[in-house]
């Protein structure tokens, strides 16, 4: 079992920058790869970023150029990060760290509990 922890999350005017962090723990060496997904009100739940064990990162087009994620590794946990820069009001939502153990397009096996973030209009 992997467990995942998010913070970083709040409420920030348009053009600002936060960062969202996920502690991950446990069954670290089963992860192929952890990203984050995103859901607004209303609205399906839908990827953001993602970075694999190697290093490689891919994001969703909504974001790119605006975000960056990257990985911390230490001897017991892994914690994964998401620079969030430039905020748009439509990047309100719900953001929800992930792990998954499958290859490219495979769906997430472990999920965060999610932490908001609010850019007001």
């Known amino acids: 079992q992997v467990q995942l922890v998010e913070s970083g999350g709040g409420l920030v005017q348009a053009g600002g920058s936060l960062r969202l962090s996920c502690a991950a723990s446990?069954?670290?060496?089963?992860?192929?790869?952890m990203g984050w997904y995103r859901q607004a009100p209303g609205k399906q739940r839908e990827w953001v970023a993602t970075?694999?064990?190697?290093?490689?990162?891919?994001?969703a087009d909504s974001v790119k150029g605006r975000f960056t994620i990257t990985r911390d590794n230490a001897k017991t946990t892994v914690t994964v990060f998401l620079q969030m820069n430039s905020l748009k009001p439509e990047d309100t939502a719900v953001y929800y760290c992930?792990?998954?153990?499958?290859?490219?397009?495979?769906?997430?096996?472990?999920w965060g509990q999610g932490t908001q973030v609010t850019v007001p209009s």
């Open positions: 992930y792990g998954r153990t499958g290859g490219i397009g495979t769906l997430p096996n472990y």
């Open positions: 446990g069954s670290m060496l089963s992860i192929s790869a």
């Open positions: 970075i694999t064990t190697g290093g490689r990162t891919i994001y």
